[in-house]
T-cell receptor, first 112, second 115 residues
Framework: QKEVEQNSGPLSVPEGAIASLNCTYSDRVSQSFFWYRQYSGKSPELIMS????GDKEDGRFTAQLNKASQYVSLLIRDSQPSDSATYLC????????????FGKGTHLIIQP | GAVVSQHPSRVICKSGTSVKIECRSL??????MFWYRQFPKQSLMLMATSNEGSKATYEQGVEKDKFLINHASLTLSTLTVTSAHPEDSSFYICSAAGTGGRKLFFGSGTQLSVL
């Protein structure tokens, strides 16, 4: 099993709807998780981080972590066309500074 | 959030030449920086971990003699692609850990095109 897996998409969601992005991970990357947004030709931008089981909300974004099932998800409410991008799920195994392991990313398209 | 500056943003070079990419942490000290490479429609792949004052740690399959990393100060790491070839054409991105060490902030990336 790859360490961090995502469905590459594209995932098409109508404007105003909820976009749901999912990610599964292996045992090696089970400590901290991050969602990054990456526009084409640009570097990733941190959207959310989550370290413990449950939900974490920040504006229109909600990250969900379920360690028992080894998945982490990102919900985007009231989707906007500007949310169209590739969303990268990442995790790392240590508590200190360490290179992240990234999933391949899910390409999200918000249809006006 | 923390700011990481990367330069240049784009470089085109001839095969066989060397290219240096700089990564700076502007408002914090970064003892550790990371270099990633991303091919089109692929994920970011960690190339190496750059440690201030010591040798870099390279991931399996990454040639340390080809991708030279220097981390001479707490705010600057450089990646030099030596004797670049067309297959080295890629998007190179550096990152550094912010306060607390768990969040990574990325530079703007360097698109390298080797002719």
């Amino acid at each position: 099993q790859k360490e961090v897996e995502q469905n590459s998409g594209p995932l098409s969601v109508p404007e105003g709807a909820i976009a749901s992005l999912n990610c599964t991970y292996s045992d090696r990357v089970s400590q901290s998780f991050f969602w990054y947004r990456q526009y084409s030709g640009k570097s990733p931008e941190l959207i959310m981080s989550i370290y413990s089981n449950g939900d974490k909300e920040d504006g229109r974004f909600t990250a969900q972590l379920n360690k028992a099932s080894q998945y982490v998800s990102l919900l985007i409410r009231d989707s906007q066309p500007s949310d169209s991008a590739t969303y990268l799920c990442a995790g790392h195994s240590g508590g200190g500074a360490d290179g992240l392991t990234f999933g391949k990313g899910t390409h999200l398209i918000i249809q006006p | 959030g923390a700011v990481v500056s990367q330069h240049p943003s784009r470089v085109i070079c001839k095969s066989g030449t060397s290219v240096k990419i700089e990564c700076r942490s502007l408002d914090f000290q970064a003892t550790t920086m990371f270099w990633y490479r991303q091919f089109p429609k692929q994920s970011l792949m960690l190339m190496a971990t750059s440690n201030e004052g010591s040798k870099a740690t390279y991931e399996q399959g990454v040639e340390k003699d080809k991708f030279l990393i220097n981390h001479a100060s707490l705010t600057l790491s450089t990646l030099t692609v030596t004797s670049a070839h067309p297959e080295d054409s890629s998007f190179y991105i550096c990152s550094a850990a912010g306060t607390g060490g768990r969040k990574l902030f990325f530079g703007s990336g360097t698109q390298l095109s080797v002719l």
